[in-house]
């Protein structure tokens, strides 16, 4: 599976836990392990050589990636360009899963895992902070942003935490979200970290505010592009609609218009999956299959219970993407 990896997703390779439990606990210089994981894990014939992490989070079955650009390791910053223009530079990003993270020296996080990241490194998740973290120290990377898919239901968000543990970090969520952060993000954007950057996409449907994080398309982007898209789409799954601004009739259109080839990221995986591609679940996706009328009918019938946490999580999430020293919920 790891050889599969590395060959299909030349620039982003995905190393096993036992692989990096070993390469953390190598008791050889920082610079010198820096170098033997960034061979492992791109390959020698490109400048660009994007740094990959997918974290877990089990009581919420979340995900939070961790990205960075390995061959720019002293570069101090990354820039955030609001459309076009270069309006700000910022050093790191971190996301969520539903969280994204971008991080620095250069690393991008989504706690996407962003959601993203930790969750968020894209989509950060608080109960794993400290293991995400340390990720990040024992790689030698400063962590610049803790950027977020979107506002999450089920888990409260890590990136409060990351902030008051790390001041220099900026949370990045979407505007439309209606959330507090340090970067209030539309589509169109990109979050450049070293060489390589995201796009910001609006996928809504699950939530009013849901955005996906999508690698660069251009000379030395990975290849193929990869995508965090938080709980818009999950392997063999959707995110469900009915709550937070949800629409499954926004939902059914914002995922086809995700490039086909593209390596899907979700935040969230129930059943033990951890990538997929559009195109695979336009196949093989029980609700994606169908012609929209009959997708609407199957999210309205979905019948799921609440998020055990939604009512905790919901009002945290809204505020804990920004620092806010007086609330007692982060
Ligand atoms: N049981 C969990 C919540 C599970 C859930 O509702 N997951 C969401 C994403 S997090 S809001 C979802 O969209 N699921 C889609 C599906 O088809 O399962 C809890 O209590 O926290």
Redesign the pocket.
Known sequence: MLRFRLLSVPFASVLSPKAQITSSSLAIPKSRLRSQMESAYTTSSHPSKLLFRQLFEKE?STYTYLLADASHPDKPALKYSKGSSAVGRVAIVLCESARITVQGNELLSIYLLMEYMYMQLVDPVDKTIDRDLSLVKDLGLKLIYAINTHV???HVTGTGLIKSKLPGVKSVISKASNAKADLLIEPGDKIQFGDLFLEVRATPG?TLGCITYVTGDGPNQPQPRMAFTG?AL?VR????TDFQGGSSEQLYKSIFTLPKDTFLYPA?D?KGFTVTTVGEEMLYNPRLTKDEETFKNIMAN?N??Y???IDVAVPANMACGFQDTSSKMC
Do not use: E
Request: proline residues 5%.
């Open positions: 919420s999450h239901a089920d699950h709980d999950l799954g959707c995110g469900r969230h129930y979905l799921l219970s998020p055990k946490m």
